[in-house]
């Protein structure tokens, strides 16, 4: 699976920005799919994770409320919707596949990345 993310960018603080993250190979349905971030100096940490239906969502504490994340298989597509951000939201942002096996939480987990999207909140 290969994994192109695109939708970063520079936002004021209260703004709504929505990253996409399309994918190649027939097998994406298959696979429960994660949104991470990385600040500058910091570790790689979870944002979102969805399982391969949809059915299931899950969320960091310091996003929920704000970001939503959803996926169209027959688009091949995760998407995460976010709305009232803030200057700490500021990071590259990376998606990523895993296997539907395994904590949506733990990036080890997960098989493939791609390339991260920066976003930028302005105070």
């Known amino acids: 699976v290969q994994l192109q993310a695109s939708g970063g960018g520079l936002v004021q603080a209260g703004g709504s920005l929505r990253l996409s993250c399309a994918a190649s190979g027939r097998t994406f349905s298959s696979y429960a799919m994660g949104w991470f971030r990385q600040a500058p100096g910091k570790e790689r940490d979870f944002v979102a994770g969805?399982?391969?239906?949809?059915?299931?969502?899950y969320y960091a504490d310091s996003v929920k409320g704000r970001f939503s994340i959803s996926r169209d298989n027959a688009k091949n597509s995760v998407y995460l919707q976010m709305n009232s951000l803030k200057p700490e939201d500021t990071a590259v942002y990376y998606c990523?596949?895993?296997?539907?096996?395994?904590?949506?939480?733990?990036?080890?987990?997960?098989?493939?990345w791609g390339q991260g999207t920066l976003v930028t909140v302005s105070s």
């Open positions: 990523a596949a895993r296997p539907s096996l395994g904590s949506p939480y733990d990036k080890t987990m997960y098989d493939y």
């Open positions: 969805i399982s391969w239906s949809g059915a299931l969502t």
